[in-house]
């Protein structure tokens, strides 16, 4: 079955940067592209951009153009979203989930990484 | 940007309700829109996609429809499980969330 395990909670400064994995397994993890996601505490869902994991060609909403990379090592079927320059907003989960083989649109879901940035 | 309105923010309903959301895009988006269901501490599950198809697994009460600008997700009869908040998603350029329905029991 498809799995997406995602790595854990981080805690940042202002200014700094981290980087969140994502570990597929059931599929070919070349086949399909990979989108990440986050949630602000109590607010609603904001689309950050997707990879293609095939090729690594990448394509980032306008907000996050700049700060945010998204790679992937197909030698152990695992996406990275890194962002820089992190800012109190930052502070959220975020998700990455994997296309529908049908339609592009996100049908699995890692279990979400927790990303503080506090000073 | 594409931006989607959905309507209402917050719904009160009891369990047997029909219920019917809508997503509003700011321009036409054809028939590439999605639904999602979440619940507290969940990832979202994708319930709708190509605003009527509905997702494999995912109960018939649940239904999509609209094109173009206007879009509406109905559930036929709501069940204690489907209070959650649901989102629509545009899939046309890049991709844009509503700012979701929470559906609270009344």
């Known amino acids: 079955q498809v799995q997406l395990v995602q790595s854990g909670a981080e805690v940042k400064k202002p200014g700094a940067s981290v980087k969140v994995s994502c570990k597929a397994s059931g599929y070919t993890f070349t086949g399909y592209y990979m989108h990440w996601v986050r949630q602000a505490p109590g607010q609603g869902l904001e689309w950050m951009g997707w990879?293609?994991?095939?090729?690594?060609?990448?394509n980032y909403a306008q907000k996050f153009q700049g700060r945010v990379t998204m790679t992937r090592d197909t030698s152990i079927s695992t996406a990275y979203m890194e962002l820089s320059r992190l800012r109190s907003d930052d502070t959220a989960v975020y998700y990455c989930a994997r296309e529908h083989s049908g339609y592009p649109v996100g049908v699995y879901w890692g279990q979400g990484t927790l990303v503080t940035v506090s000073s | 940007d594409i931006q989607l309105t959905q309507s209402p923010s917050f719904l009160s309903a009891s369990v047997g309700d029909r219920v019917t959301i809508t997503c509003r895009a700011s321009q036409g988006i054809s028939s590439y829109l999605a639904w999602y269901q979440q619940k507290p501490g969940k990832a979202p599950k994708l319930l709708i996609y190509a605003a009527s198809t509905l997702q494999s697994g995912v109960p018939s009460r649940f239904s999509g429809s609209g094109s173009g600008t206007e879009f509406t997700l109905t559930i036929s009869s709501l069940q204690p499980e489907d209070f959650a908040t649901y989102y629509c998603q545009q899939l046309n350029n890049q991709r844009t969330f509503g700012q979701g329905t929470k559906v609270e029991i009344k």
């Open positions: 990879i293609n994991p095939n090729s690594g060609g990448t």
